[in-house]
């Protein structure tokens, strides 16, 4: 599985941006992983920010980002997105995409399997 992160960028707290995960399969298709992103900020850990399902139905947020950030999927386009607004200075890190080989478990940071490369947001109060 490969897995190619795009969309980071800066911009002022209140802004909005469109994180893309393009992503590559063999032997199994990318409608069977569950997929979520990551963050990683200097000093910290990285933190489970969003999870989805195989086919959509169920998805995660971190309590930090709930009603501001959405995860979802297309399918048809082996590509997940995280629609970021009402960002602040505290979301400022490096998102990364991940898949799960287990298409319904998105909550547990261990249950990720693959990861792309990072794409970093930074948010200017």
Do not use: H
Not at 19 to 28: E, H, K, M
Not at 80 to 87: G, I, K, T
């Amino acid at each position: 599985v490969q897995l190619q992160a795009s969309g980071g960028g800066s911009v002022q707290a209140g802004g909005s941006l469109r994180l893309s995960c393009a992503c590559a399969t063999s032997g199994r298709t990318f409608s069977s992983y569950a997929m979520g992103w990551f963050r990683q900020a200097p000093g910290k850990e990285r933190e489970l920010v969003a999870g989805i399902s195989w086919n959509g139905g169920s998805t995660y947020y971190a309590d930090s980002v709930k009603g501001r950030f959405t995860i979802s999927r297309d399918n048809a386009k082996n590509t997940v997105y995280l629609e970021m607004s009402s960002l602040k200075p505290e979301d400022t890190a490096v998102y990364y995409c991940a898949a799960g080989r287990l298409p319904t478990i998105i909550t547990m940071t261990r249950a990720y399997d693959y990861w792309g490369q990072g794409t970093q947001v930074t948010v200017s109060s």
